[in-house]
């Protein structure tokens, strides 16, 4: 398409707004739409929206020209926030503090440490299938909520005594969102909760192991970390790693069970697992942006954009990018050409940490589901509507059924 033809199709499609539920809803139809004429657009006056492919992995990789200190905060009125220093969250700090968090936090994920934790993560995905309901319907988003939340905490080395508390929080958090969750007395309670334990940690009321929260609790003990430092940790690596979780395991349940030849291929050819998840990753991403901003007045494919403007990153865009995926980009295929890489971790210097444990949390799961109840079906009746939450691709219920 010709600059002009380009100019003349943006004039008729409306830009994508990542702050709008409808074109959330209809993802697939719109970001078709702008990625054809308006790869980069701008929904609001100190936003911009990235959709192609190419433009989101330029953007992803180049921390030294964009900052991602506006990142998970959709702000359509005030872009980002002018630079401060020391909030302390990994996913919304940039360099020199951002490496060196980042460094202390990857030995938890590194592969030895993901070995060490894999039998508990498999334990904790049996007793999540073994208790199971038979002969009525359910909603799966319970199950692979709790799931999700439990294979953090075992990370973290949370007691098990305080996890279905600590659950009951985060999950009267989530239902706050996004108003901010500082002032609720459940955020409260959990920070107080969580640097009570911290605390326990530094007087070794319990001895030093190879868990997060010993290991920050030496830091913190050792003056590399404040306490409110590391109680930050704990809560973010909770939040990062339970509703993104369970959301993968929901749609990837609902691909697979919606179409039954897809669930009757892994039952006979489970060695295409791994496949599914990725591809489900691909096409459904449980995170649909990121956020950067320009440290320096800058273009991205030719579109200038300013400082302390925001660039809301569309992940979900460009997994759906037909230059790279071809014709069928919006269809489930398993045995998809994976060469490029989908982006629902992110790419660069943030790409998602928990990545290799979301892999195989969702693969004990599913592995386990196929073996022991392979009978499991979408419940009569159900039907699939995304849950209304802008930044969060899953259904709002997942209604399943094993027969007797
Ligand atoms: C399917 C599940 C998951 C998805 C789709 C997901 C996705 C993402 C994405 C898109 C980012 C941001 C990348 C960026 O800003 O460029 C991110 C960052 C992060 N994720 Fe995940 N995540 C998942 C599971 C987890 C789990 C299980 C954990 C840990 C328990 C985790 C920990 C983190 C951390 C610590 C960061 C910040 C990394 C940094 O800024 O350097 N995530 N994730």
Same mark, same amino acid.
């Given at each position: 398409?010709?600059?002009?033809?380009?100019?003349?199709?943006?004039?008729?499609?409306?830009?994508?707004? !990542? @702050?709008?539920?409808?074109?959330?809803?209809?993802?697939?139809?719109?970001? /078709?739409?702008?990625?054809?004429?308006?790869?980069?657009?701008?929904?609001?006056?100190? @936003?911009? %929206?990235?959709?192609?492919?190419?433009?989101?992995?330029?953007?992803?990789?180049?921390?030294?020209?964009?900052?991602?200190?506006?990142?998970?905060?959709?702000?359509? /009125?005030?872009?980002?926030?002018? %630079?401060?220093?020391?909030?302390?969250?990994?996913?919304?700090?940039?360099? !020199?503090?951002?490496?060196?968090?980042?460094?202390?936090?990857?030995?938890?994920?590194? !592969?030895?440490?993901?070995?060490?934790? *894999?039998?508990?993560?498999?334990?904790?995905?049996?007793?999540?299938?073994?208790?199971?309901?038979? =002969?009525?319907? %359910?909603?799966?988003?319970?199950?692979?909520?709790? &799931?999700?939340?439990?294979?953090?905490?075992?990370?973290? +080395?949370?007691?098990? *005594?305080?996890?279905?508390?600590?659950?009951? #929080?985060?999950?009267?958090?989530?239902?706050?969102?996004?108003?901010?969750?500082?002032?609720?007395?459940?955020?409260?309670?959990? @920070?107080?909760?969580?640097?009570?334990?911290?605390?326990?940690?530094?007087?070794?009321?319990?001895?030093?192991?190879?868990?997060?929260?010993?290991?920050?609790?030496?830091?913190?003990?050792?003056?590399?970390?404040?306490?409110?430092?590391?109680?930050?940790?704990?809560?973010?690596?909770?939040?990062? =790693?339970?509703?993104? /979780?369970?959301?993968?395991?929901?749609? &990837?349940?609902?691909?697979? &069970?919606?179409?039954?030849?897809? #669930?009757?291929?892994? *039952?006979?050819? !489970?060695?295409?697992?791994?496949?599914?998840?990725?591809?489900?990753?691909?096409?459904?991403?449980?995170?649909?942006?990121?956020?950067?901003?320009?440290?320096?007045?800058?273009?991205?494919? +030719?579109?200038?954009?300013?400082?302390?403007?925001?660039?809301?990153?569309?992940? *979900?865009?460009?997994?759906?990018?037909?230059?790279? #995926?071809?014709?069928?980009?919006?269809?489930?295929?398993?045995?998809?050409?994976?060469?490029? =890489?989908?982006?629902? %971790?992110?790419?660069?210097?943030?790409?998602?940490?928990?990545?290799?444990?979301?892999? @195989?949390? $969702?693969?004990?799961?599913?592995?386990?589901? &196929?073996?022991?109840?392979?009978?499991?079906?979408?419940?009569?009746?159900?039907?699939?509507?995304? $849950?209304?939450?802008?930044?969060?691709?899953?259904?709002?219920?997942?209604?399943?059924?094993?027969?007797?």
């Amino acid at each position: 398409m010709s600059t002009a033809e380009q100019g003349a199709a943006a004039d008729a499609v409306a830009a994508f707004d !990542p @702050m709008s539920l409808a074109d959330h809803h209809h993802a697939e139809q719109r970001l /078709t739409e702008v990625r054809a004429c308006c790869p980069v657009s701008q929904p609001h006056p100190r @936003m911009h %929206f990235l959709a192609a492919y190419a433009d989101v992995e330029q953007v992803l990789v180049d921390n030294t020209r964009f900052s991602a200190r506006s990142n998970f905060r959709l702000d359509a /009125t005030e872009g980002a926030r002018p %630079f401060r220093t020391g909030s302390g969250a990994l996913p919304s700090s940039d360099p !020199p503090a951002h490496t060196a968090l980042r460094l202390r936090l990857r030995r938890w994920f590194a !592969p030895r440490a993901l070995r060490r934790l *894999q039998p508990r993560v498999e334990e904790l995905a049996r007793a999540a299938v073994a208790d199971l309901p038979i =002969g009525v319907d %359910f909603n799966l988003i319970t199950v692979s909520k709790g &799931l999700a939340a439990q294979v953090v905490y075992a990370l973290i +080395g949370l007691p098990e *005594q305080d996890w279905s508390q600590l659950q009951a #929080w985060s999950d009267a958090l989530h239902e706050t969102l996004p108003a901010p969750l500082n002032g609720t007395p459940e955020y409260q309670a959990m @920070m107080a909760r969580l640097q009570a334990l911290i605390e326990a940690r530094r007087r070794r009321d319990v001895p030093p192991d190879e868990s997060v929260i010993s290991g920050l609790a030496e830091a913190v003990e050792a003056g590399d970390l404040s306490a409110a430092e590391a109680v930050i940790h704990v809560w973010q690596l909770i939040q990062a =790693g339970t509703e993104t /979780t369970s959301s993968l395991i929901a749609n &990837l349940l609902h691909t697979l &069970l919606s179409d039954r030849d897809r #669930w009757r291929l892994l *039952q006979h050819r !489970p060695e295409l697992v791994e496949a599914a998840i990725e591809e489900s990753l691909r096409r459904d991403a449980p995170i649909q942006y990121v956020m950067r901003t320009p440290y320096e007045p800058t273009a991205v494919s +030719g579109c200038p954009i300013d400082v302390d403007e925001q660039i809301v990153i569309g992940l *979900q865009s460009a997994n759906w990018d037909r230059e790279v #995926w071809g014709a069928d980009a919006l269809e489930f295929d398993i045995e998809r050409d994976r060469s490029a =890489g989908h982006l629902a %971790f992110g790419r660069g210097a943030h790409a998602c940490l928990g990545a290799p444990l979301a892999r @195989m949390e $969702a693969e004990a799961f599913l592995s386990e589901l &196929l073996r022991r109840r392979p009978e499991i079906m979408l419940a009569d009746g159900y039907v699939h509507e995304l $849950a209304p939450e802008l930044m969060v691709r899953r259904p709002t219920h997942l209604l399943l059924h094993i027969p007797n």
